[in-house]
């Protein structure tokens, strides 16, 4: 194209990277451009609808060459609904992608200049995976419509169903949609601005919350016919007080029908949660982390699990002997994990500490644990860690960390600095979390160099053909 870009024209371009939140990156002019739709190795013609400095951003018109990669997209609302931004990639190269993603930001961010980053570890089946969604209330009309919300937006989407949450779910978002025509059930669903349900792959028990700005008296009338109209539906809890406009949960929960928690079981262990708990929403993925995990647990470890959540990994860890310390800032969090380590009768094998990771670390029971650890796992949130923390997890002289991220980015900065700090990269494995996204879980092992040659906990996998997909997990060695 001739001179710069403007909003309205149209120009053909070719496509070569793509964005985790589903942006495909093109060039045109000495002028990137970004947009929803093409892929990698794709050429469209765009229409410009912004135009900035240094980048625009366009609306794919039609595609003029299409990538081996495409795929017809099994969901209505893809590319309106903000759930998923791949849908339209095969699923062997989502897998793909993603590996070429963290290795990217290792070496980019990390310096880490040909990291072994093994091929991710997907699932068998990449659909129906969720086990909880956040359901939008429409506010404001008539007869209100459930939905997501849109990419970067609050507008809803209405839908009919989701092919990505578990078919539990999938099944009462009809249901609900039904009831919000019903009088009574109605009115009192129009009140709530959200509808959170998780439900349970172990048990098909499904836990739902209904959020509104003050606790609702007529939610509490219709609970029991709501539950009625869900089946598997074992409670429902009203959630209130919210943090901010945009909160999904409320800081309250008052038991309006049944149950507040449905039953759980990841690698042996049981885990009792509610539909706003901290845990994973993807059960099988948990469940071949834990797998690759145990090897390096075959003898009791000591270990300290900084951003424990409702204590997932610390109730496995200590399920496997080991004696675990688990450090979570939400004390909701903490509550469930102490009543998980109950119902599990693993209260003499781990400990959980509600508070700031890094306040706590550095001070007190967290600091002597961590000394005396030969394990510190840190799995978290996607802002990653903080040098406050990995200077006390480093200084402590804990031989091996098991890092968990949900963002390759942050974790590359991190590890960076734990690198400095004389940490040397193990093993480098991608877990699909959440197929169809543009997120990817990754865990790490990293170890002390002056701990190389010790026979401590394994830093790396079993030097194992890569496999084919789908993928099979491989295992810890001991060093």
Known sequence: MNGPLKVGAQVELGFNDLLANGQAVGRTGGMVVF????????????????????????EMVKLTLRSPFRAQPFCPVFGLCGGCQVQHMTYPAQLGWKQDVVRNAL?????????AVRDPIGMINPRNYRNKMSLVVERGVPTPRLGFYQQRSHELVPIAGCPIVMPQLNAHIERLNEALAQPGLGTALAGARHIVERTAKATEQTVVTCTTAEPS????????????????????????????????????????????????????????????SFFQVNVEIVGRIFEMMRPGLDTPRKIVDLYCGAGTFSLFFAKLGSDVLGVEENAQAIAEARENAALNQLEGSVKFVAGRV???????????ALEGAQIAFLDPPRKGSDEVTLEAVAQSGVPNIWYLS?????????????????????VVQPFDMFPHTGHIETLVTLYRESAKQQQVIGEAFKDAPV????KEYPDFVIR
């Open 358 to 368: 890094e306040e706590l670390i550095s001070r007190g029971e967290v600091r002597r």
């Open 217 to 276: 008296a007529e939610l509490a009338h219709q609970a029991a016919a709501l539950m009625r109209q869900l089946p598997g539906a074992v409670g429902i809890t009203n959630s209130y007080d919210l943090s901010s406009q945009n909160a999904i949960v409320g800081r309250k929960h008052t038991v309006i029908a049944g149950e507040p928690q449905i039953e759980e079981q990841i690698g042996g262990v049981r885990y009792r949660v509610s539909a706003g």
């Open 467 to 470: 496999p084919s997909w789908p």
């Open 406 to 426: 949900c963002d390759p980015a942050t974790l590359a900065r991190d590890l960076k600095f734990l690198s400095s700090k004389g940490y040397r990269l193990g």
């Open 35 to 58: 947009c929803f739709g093409p892929l990698p190795q794709e050429r469209a013609v765009v229409k410009i609808t912004t135009v900035k400095p240094k980048y625009a951003v366009g």
């Open 107 to 115: 070496q980019r961010i990390g310096g880490f200049t040909g990291a």
